[in-house]
């Protein structure tokens, strides 16, 4: 095989999207570059297979047409923030539906707990009044007793805390196998467990069980975004319920890596140097889901991060992507500054980068101390 047969190989093994014609022109010209000894022929046929992909898929001399995932954030003034969202709020909007009342308490029955005073409000999730949800709670204060938030369909629980939960008692000593079995036994009554999901994490502190699940993945990449928890005690066999949280959704892109590992550590090193003329090296690279952010937009844009001086809210798409994780520690003697400015700030503080491996991206990261 010559150095043009190498280089259509090449090509055609490129992850880009090809519709199904198009994979059969491929295979088909193959197939007759085997059975003819005419490479000429085998040229032809690789070279108009390729320009037809090159058309449909935006491929030019092997580059791929990206869809860019960042944008500017939009600016809103905290004081216009909270003057525009106070009249949104619908966090004490009292529900008087049956149907709802009962559902919810309902759950509280499965969770064990019997209240005489119930409150039962619709809310919403400011600024966006399309996220609304049912809450159940047990006490005027949002501080004690019992909180259960829904959403509006009542199926599905968001949250529920027991700010009565004691831990003081000594709770029974059981293994993780059966902290996962009695998790699993209320979760599911309450349709929250999910085989899609995993244990991704266990803490037992005085027998003070904390299980978190993260949804399994292809790319055996934990997605902290796409979870649910709990924490209990179990008690003379009973499952006292501390906490839960579910965190179920959608928004992981899944985004294909076309970004290689040598490609992110140059974006990250020369925007890196626009920051810092301060020695530094790449301490961590890895693969991992995070959600977009503004830390390194404001670094570029000279907003201060140090303090709250700013007074804009900075929002941007909720947007939870592939990437490459890239942490910048700085050579310095003292590693952990008080920094004074913002300037020192970016001169001398160690970063974590988060690179989109699809688009090449910096789409957020944070700070990270050397023991971070």
């Known amino acids: 095989m010559n150095n043009f047969e190498n280089k259509i190989e090449k090509i055609l093994k490129k992850e880009v999207s090809k519709p ?19 490479l000429k022929n085998f040229y ?4 108009i297979t390729c320009c037809c992909i090159f058309a449909i898929t935006g491929v030019v001399g092997a580059t791929y047409t990206i869809t860019k995932i960042w944008k500017e954030p939009q600016t809103v003034d905290s004081s216009e923030y909270v003057n525009k969202t106070e009249g949104e709020n619908t966090w004490h909007e009292p529900v008087t539906n049956k149907v709802v009342e009962k559902n919810l308490e309902n759950y509280l029955k499965t969770l064990g707990i019997t209240s005489s005073s119930t409150i039962i409000e619709k809310g919403n999730n400011l600024p966006k009044a399309e996220d609304e ?9 949002y501080n004690k007793g019992i909180l259960l938030c829904t959403d509006l369909s009542g199926q599905k629980i968001l949250y529920f805390i027991n700010n009565e939960f004691d831990e003081n008692i000594i709770y029974d000593e059981i293994s993780k ?12 009554q309450l349709n929250i467990w999910d085989d899609n999901y995993e244990l991704y994490s266990s803490d037992n502190r005085n027998n003070i069980w904390v ?39 959608d928004l992981y892109s899944n985004n294909p890596i076309t970004i290689s590992q040598e490609e992110a550590i140059n974006i990250v090193t020369e925007k890196e140097k626009e920051f810092s003329d301060v020695d530094f090296d790449i301490t961590l690279f890895e693969k991992g889901i995070e959600r977009m952010n503004t830390y390194i937009y ?5 907003i201060n991060i140090i303090n709250s001086v700013d007074d804009n809210i900075y929002q941007i798409d909720d947007v939870i992507r592939n990437v490459w994780i890239i942490k910048v520690e700085h050579k310095k003697e003292n590693d952990f500054l008080e920094y ?6 970016k001169k001398y503080a160690d970063k974590y980068y ?4 699809t688009t090449g991206e910096i789409i957020g990261g944070k700070y990270g101390s050397p023991n971070n």
């Open 298 to 302: 404001k670094l570029e844009n000279n």
């Open 340 to 345: 004074d400015s913002l300037e020192n700030y």
């Open 44 to 47: 032809k046929i690789a070279t």
């Open 211 to 249: 299980l978190d699940f993260y949804r399994k993945s292809e790319t055996q990449i934990n997605n902290k975004y796409d979870s649910y928890s709990i924490s209990f005690g179990v008690s003379n066999n009973k499952i006292n319920v501390q906490r839960i949280l579910n965190e179920k959704n």
């Open 177 to 188: 196998d059966i902290a996962l079995q009695k998790a699993k036994e209320i979760l599911t």
């Open 20 to 38: 199904e014609k198009y994979k059969y022109a491929i295979n088909n010209a193959l197939l007759k570059r085997e059975k003819r000894n005419n």
């Open 354 to 357: 988060y690179v989109d491996v």
């Open 133 to 141: 949800f049912y809450l159940l709670r047990t006490n005027a204060d």
